[in-house]
């Protein structure tokens, strides 16, 4: 990789803007008008709020779920490497292919470059991010401004069916869903669970998506629905009587991402001071679902 270059004395603090009451909108409704009704309160993840409701009130889901929710979750990863994170290096933006979930060349040539796979091995990765090219060239700037252990997290606990609606802080990421690839190892083992290791998460996310690996949607019992989301997985509990809705909880990446003591918490604990001016970039990569704000703190 190349050298790196940083500046600046401050460190950041991340505040979330206030919750949504959204069991309030939603308990009472009909569960079919509750279904409805969440995607439309949020306009990020709207197939995955679609079915996980649809799962937990015990609805009829959508023609071909699976194929829309992989087409959603590719959508947002492409959207990151595309435009998202090449913004924060001045390149311009490359436009979206076209026929997402076809596998065409192009939709492959816009994440893995000219090869149109993923690297599978650290030695093909590390020549992934030197070739300039894709995804790689995007991966290798972002490796560039964090030394190993910078906005980089302990090993927390993989957000499962067993704890997803509990008050611990997890790791409920796509990094989480992703960290036994081989690369992903050789990643964290680098550099440690840091902004790398949670973009490079998303490459081989997408190749799931496109390959139809993506982990399944689960209704771990009546009323409980577990779904992969662009950030994560997704949780809703509910209870439905004659109808409607009497009890709802949903659980999003962004509230693991947020607890106290968490992902972000950690992240920008092990930032830097001198590398302040880097915090809108972790922020992006981890990429909470709400309005966060940055507030410098400064030392005395």
């Given at each position: 990789?190349?050298?790196r270059g940083t500046s600046g004395s401050a460190m950041m603090k991340a505040r979330p803007s206030?919750?949504?009451?959204?069991?309030?909108?939603?308990?009472?409704?009909?569960?079919?008008?509750?279904?409805?009704?969440?995607?439309?309160?949020?306009?990020?993840?709207?197939?995955?709020?679609?079915?996980?409701?649809?799962?937990?009130?015990?609805?009829?889901?959508?023609r071909n779920p699976m194929e829309e929710l992989r087409r959603e979750i590719l959508r947002d990863?492409?959207?990151?490497?595309?435009?998202?994170?090449?913004?924060?290096?001045?390149?311009?933006?490359?436009?979206?292919?076209?026929?997402?979930?076809?596998?065409?060349?192009?939709?492959?040539?816009?994440?893995?470059?000219?090869?149109?796979?993923?690297?599978?091995?650290?030695?093909?990765?590390?020549?992934?991010?030197?070739?300039?090219?894709?995804?790689?060239?995007?991966?290798?700037?972002?490796?560039?401004?964090?030394?190993?252990?910078?906005?980089?997290?302990?090993?927390?606990?993989?957000?499962?069916r067993q704890n997803v609606f509990g008050a611990e802080a997890l790791e409920n990421s796509v990094?989480?869903?992703?960290?036994?690839?081989?690369?992903?190892?050789?990643?964290?083992?680098?550099?440690?669970?840091?902004?790398?290791?949670?973009?490079?998460?998303?490459?081989?996310?997408?190749?799931?998506?496109?390959?139809?690996?993506?982990?399944?949607?689960?209704?771990?019992?009546?009323?409980?629905?577990?779904?992969?989301?662009?950030?994560?997985?997704?949780?809703?509990?509910?209870?439905?009587?004659?109808?409607?809705?009497?009890?709802?909880?949903?659980?999003?990446?962004?509230?693991?991402?947020?607890?106290?003591?968490?992902?972000?918490?950690?992240?920008?604990?092990?930032?830097?001071?001198?590398?302040?001016?880097?915090?809108?970039?972790?922020?992006?990569?981890?990429?909470?679902?709400?309005?966060?704000?940055?507030?410098?703190?400064?030392?005395?």
């Amino acid at each position: 990789m190349r050298t790196r270059g940083t500046s600046g004395s401050a460190m950041m603090k991340a505040r979330p803007s206030a919750p949504l009451p959204v069991a309030g909108l939603v308990v009472g409704k009909s569960a079919e008008d509750a279904a409805e009704l969440l995607p439309r309160l949020f306009n990020l993840c709207r197939v995955t709020q679609d079915m996980a409701a649809r799962m937990a009130f015990g609805l009829q889901p959508g023609r071909n779920p699976m194929e829309e929710l992989r087409r959603e979750i590719l959508r947002d990863h492409l959207i990151k490497f595309c435009i998202s994170f090449p913004a924060f290096f001045g390149r311009n933006p490359r436009p979206l292919p076209q026929d997402l979930m076809s596998g065409s060349r192009q939709v492959r040539a816009s994440l893995f470059g000219v090869h149109g796979c993923p690297p599978t091995t650290p030695s093909e990765f590390d020549a992934f991010l030197n070739a300039g090219d894709a995804a790689g060239e995007t991966l290798d700037q972002i490796g560039v401004c964090f030394a190993p252990g910078e906005a980089a997290t302990a090993i927390l606990s993989t957000v499962s069916r067993q704890n997803v609606f509990g008050a611990e802080a997890l790791e409920n990421s796509v990094a989480a869903r992703q960290a036994h690839h081989p690369v992903m190892r050789h990643v964290e083992r680098k550099y440690g669970r840091g902004p790398l290791w949670r973009a490079t998460a998303r490459l081989y996310d997408a190749e799931d998506c496109l390959t139809g690996r993506l982990q399944e949607a689960v209704l771990v019992r009546p009323g409980r629905a577990i779904v992969p989301a662009a950030r994560g997985t997704y949780a809703i509990s509910a209870d439905v009587e004659d109808g409607m809705v009497t009890n709802f909880r949903r659980i999003t990446p962004t509230d693991h991402l947020m607890t106290p003591g968490g992902v972000l918490d950690q992240s920008l604990a092990s930032l830097p001071h001198k590398n302040a001016e880097l915090a809108p970039l972790v922020l992006d990569i981890l990429d909470p679902c709400i309005p966060v704000s940055l507030v410098e703190v400064r030392d005395a």
